[in-house]
């Protein structure tokens, strides 16, 4: 994601433009990486880019794939770092096992033996080492966006002027979903359209019915075999599948039974943004008087330890009654957050909180319905990530929305996180979408740490979350200035009439 490699990039395209060969119009089609560096690219304006499917791509490198909330994702990073950078290196050698590169967990692919050997053969480790720019080193080192390593991969969205289709995936909850979803929002190309899909993150792709989609596209803006309606506005702006019933995980044939449905813009402009209040008593309540009752206004807290894991996880649930009617939420999700921290007995003095949130959907039997993640892992709705003296938000910003708040995460935006003292936050939540059955609830998960749900995403780097700075107690906090509440789209049946 790299400025080189986005003008190596624009190269490219306005090379294969120029070709006698070439009809001089140029698409761009592809899947995560190769989906999340056609945003750069467009934003350059290439000749002959005539239309991009951005295919389960991040658009934005520190809060989609680096940063979540400002906490770093490193998990996932040295996981893809190392297995799809390290060990098809230029110059690694064809024979040498993944397992011998430092610091690399489990086990990868050895390189193609049809791999061609390099030019001048094979290369040491320590000179493979001297080729490359550590993103694992990289992204632990820097924490701001406006730090040259981040600001060398920003761009404006707004540049990006070609027909494009967004297509995102609902169960991408800690990577791509959030990119496809702003991008196709910031976008400034007139002609755009998002699709919504469930599924494995590598295979939708592929389906059949979804090559198709690709196809008609591709058609439409490259060779003008528009037959589906894309240039003429007969294709709806939005197309989501709606997960409604427990159709179990990482099944694609029932999952091909989510029905789908078109809408003209997004966020969907009927949308209910309803408050759901968190009391001491660990539920969720649309009703500010049943909260109240319930001794939201009433100085007191819940507490749990801070730095969270997988493994020891730290947290608090709040959780809905049982729906009585068929629900449907659809959108984006912010929670505000009343917080504070305290040290443990001889612990020390912590200076920051981390905030990991979860939305989780609970069936009527009592049994939470897990839905298909990015590698094919059970995973909860939805997840919000904040690192509190990161809580400054850009109210002024021209992309900032009362259910999205949107932050900078500049050096300069630091705020002092002090023992004791309550700070209200607002958490960015990411999108989803949930038809609940009659009788369903809805689980709203504060933690410290990662939880079920996060898998190769987790954030656990010592550096970034050191003890020094973060280990204490962490406490939710009521009273009557002190109000916690989840905002929760929910979404109406269409006008019949």
């Not at 119009?25 to 350059?44: C, D, E, F, H, M």
């Not at 761009?155 to 979903?177: A, K, R, T």
């Not at 740490?449 to 550096?463: L, M, W, Y």
């Amino acid at each position: 994601m790299s400025r080189g490699t986005s003008e190596a990039f624009f190269e490219v395209i306005e090379w294969c433009a120029d070709q006698p060969w070439s009809s001089g119009k140029v698409g761009l089609l592809g899947i995560s990486y190769y989906a999340g560096s056609q945003w750069r690219v467009a934003a350059r304006r290439p000749r002959g880019l005539a239309a991009m499917i951005p295919w389960e791509g991040m658009s934005d490198y520190y809060r989609d794939r680096c940063r979540h909330g400002g906490v770093l994702s490193n998990n996932f990073i040295k996981f893809w770092w190392n297995r799809q950078v390290v060990a098809n290196q230029y110059g690694r050698p064809l024979d040498e096992p993944i397992l011998k590169v430092k610091d690399v967990s489990g086990d990868g692919p050895m390189r193609p033996k049809s791999a061609p050997e390099s030019l001048e053969g094979n290369l040491s480790e320590e000179e493979r080492a001297q080729n490359r720019q550590d993103q694992t080193i990289d992204n632990q080192k820097h924490r701001f966006r406006d730090e040259e390593y981040y600001a060398s991969k920003e761009y404006d969205m707004g540049d990006i002027e070609v027909p494009l289709l967004s297509v995102g995936n609902w169960g991408g909850i800690l990577l791509h979903l959030r990119g496809n979803i702003e991008g196709y929002l910031h976008a400034g190309s007139e002609k755009k359209w998002l699709r919504m899909i469930t599924g494995r993150h590598d295979l939708p792709f592929y389906y059949e019915e979804e090559v198709e989609i690709q196809r008609s596209f591709l058609d439409a803006f490259l060779k003008d075999q528009d037959r589906d309606g894309w240039t003429t506005g007969k294709m709806a702006p939005v197309d989501l599948v709606l997960r409604k019933g427990d159709v179990g995980f990482n099944n694609p044939e029932t999952e091909r039974t989510y029905p789908r449905r078109v809408e003209n813009e997004w966020p969907i402009a009927r949308t209910q943004y309803t408050k759901w209040y968190l009391t001491p008593q660990r539920t969720l309540t649309s009703s500010l008087e049943q909260a109240q009752t319930a001794g939201a206004n009433k100085r007191q807290k819940l507490t749990y330890r801070a730095l969270g894991s997988l493994d020891d996880p730290q947290l608090c649930q709040f959780s809905t009654a049982s729906f009585e009617h068929e629900t449907e939420i659809t959108g984006h999700v912010v929670a505000r957050l009343c917080v504070s921290a305290t040290p443990e007995p001889r612990g020390p003095t912590p200076s920051d909180i981390d905030l990991f949130l979860t939305l989780r959907h609970i069936s009527p039997e009592g049994k939470e319905v897990f839905y298909t993640g990015t590698a094919g892992d059970p995973v909860p709705l939805t997840k919000g990530w904040l690192r509190v003296s990161l809580r400054k938000v850009a109210a002024d910003h021209p992309k900032h929305r009362d259910y999205r708040p949107w932050r900078e995460y500049l050096s300069t935006d630091v705020l002092p996180v002090v023992v004791g003292e309550v700070y209200a936050v607002d958490v960015e939540v990411w999108p989803t979408c949930v038809v609940l059955e009659k009788g369903a609830r809805l689980v709203l998960e504060v933690a410290s740490g990662d939880t079920q749900g996060s898998g190769i995403f987790r954030h656990d780097d010592p550096v970034d979350r050191a003890s020094s700075k973060f280990q204490g107690l962490n406490h939710v906090c009521f009273g009557p200035d002190a109000l916690n509440y989840v905002v929760l789209p929910v979404i109406p049946p269409k006008d019949s009439s």
